[in-house]
């Protein structure tokens, strides 16, 4: 089974930017969904952006459109999430999911068998 690790968070002040990795432990199979999701203290899990490896195909919740991108280096097996204009409400830890076959609902976390361990990102105004 794939192993998904998160790097890359950390503390930014608003408007900052970053970058956050998510490197599987082996090949990811083009009929992939690979993507991001995060979790505030005391609030439910929210979509963030997802992949689709075979075609690129990129999906994004409208809190984060124009300001991240979903990008993908097969030859590293690792999907990024540039984050720019940050806000305060970015602030989260953000997890890395993977699923495998296509689905109706990129977005929908309950789709997402294999997640990483997560990755703090803090944003500060």
């Known amino acids: 089974q794939v192993q998904l690790v998160e790097s890359g968070g950390g503390s930014v002040q608003a408007g900052g930017s970053l970058r956050l990795s998510c490197a599987a432990s082996?090949?990811?199979?083009?009929?992939?969904?690979m993507a991001w999701f995060r979790q505030a203290p005391g609030k439910e899990r929210e979509d963030v952006a997802s992949i689709y490896i075979g075609d690129g195909s990129t999906y994004y919740a409208d809190s984060v459109k124009g300001r991240f991108t979903i990008s993908q280096d097969n030859a590293k097996n690792t999907v990024y999430l540039q984050m720019n204009s940050l806000k305060p409400e970015d602030t989260a830890m953000y997890y890395c999911a993977a699923r495998y076959g296509r689905t109706s609902y990129p977005l929908r976390s309950s789709v997402y068998p294999r997640w990483g361990q997560g990755t703090q990102v803090t944003v500060s105004s």
């Open positions: 082996r090949y990811i199979s083009s009929n992939r969904y």
